[in-house]
């Protein structure tokens, strides 16, 4: 809508929306974008562990293979008070309210880890005490936030080199940015993979294997329009 506005005599036809349109219409500007990308090794490891209780002539209940988990987990140097907690106890207490015979007791831990090396020790660990109901459900790094900037800003500054090489390439240079966007962006976080699909074995000798996790990918592309001085 329209308005018109009476000052000194004069009328003043304002449209809404008018500035808007000025953007950098006018501008003379150079449009690039940008991408960088950085590799990072995750550091935030979550296990999950189931344990069954154990039937026959050695029955052994929850508790007593709990008590021996946290004691194997401890050699392998996890803080079991700070870095492990209960998942899923639905079963467990299901067993434990209603004692159905055809229910059997279970219970799931969360663990924590941070490195490659310590889930090849709990594997290990907790095999020899026959727990081998373990699975990797995600993994991440604790400063993943913190790398997503740093890879924006270098895509944006790559973007940057790039106006100013083509400002030149054509004998002038380049103002301010006058318009910033993120055009693309592809980051994985490892939810809910196979551990045969994100852990790299190295074999340097016949006694010596080097276990490593894939390496974590952040990718941006940074689009900028530059004014052309």
Request: proline share 0%; net charge negative; charged share 30%.
């Amino acid at each position: 809508m329209n308005k018109m506005i009476l000052i000194s005599g004069f009328l003043l036809g304002t449209t809404i929306g008018f500035s808007q349109q000025k953007n950098f219409i006018d501008e003379n500007y150079i449009e690039v974008t940008g991408s960088a990308e950085m590799e990072v090794v995750p550091d935030e490891i979550y296990l999950e562990v189931t344990i069954h209780e154990k039937d026959g002539k050695e029955k052994e209940t929850i508790e007593e293979q709990e008590k021996k988990m946290f004691a194997q987990l401890t050699k392998a140097g996890v803080d079991v008070e700070k870095d492990v907690s209960i998942s899923n106890m639905m079963s467990y207490l299901q067993y434990r309210w209603l004692r159905k015979d055809n229910i059997g007791a279970k219970k799931s831990y969360r663990i924590l880890v941070h490195d490659a090396a310590t889930v090849e020790k709990i594997y290990e660990l907790l095999n020899e005490i026959e727990i081998s109901s373990i699975a990797i459900v995600s993994m991440n790094h604790s400063k993943i936030e913190e790398f997503r900037r740093t890879v924006k800003v270098d895509a944006l500054k790559v973007a940057k080199e790039k106006a100013s090489d083509f400002a030149e390439a054509i004998g002038q240079k380049i103002g301010k940015a006058i318009h910033i966007r993120e055009v693309q962006k592809n980051n994985h976080e490892f939810i809910n993979q196979s551990v045969v699909s994100n852990i790299v074995v190295r074999q340097e000798s016949e006694n010596d294997m080097q276990v490593e996790f894939e390496k974590i990918k952040i990718r941006y592309t940074m689009s900028a329009k530059f004014k052309l001085e």
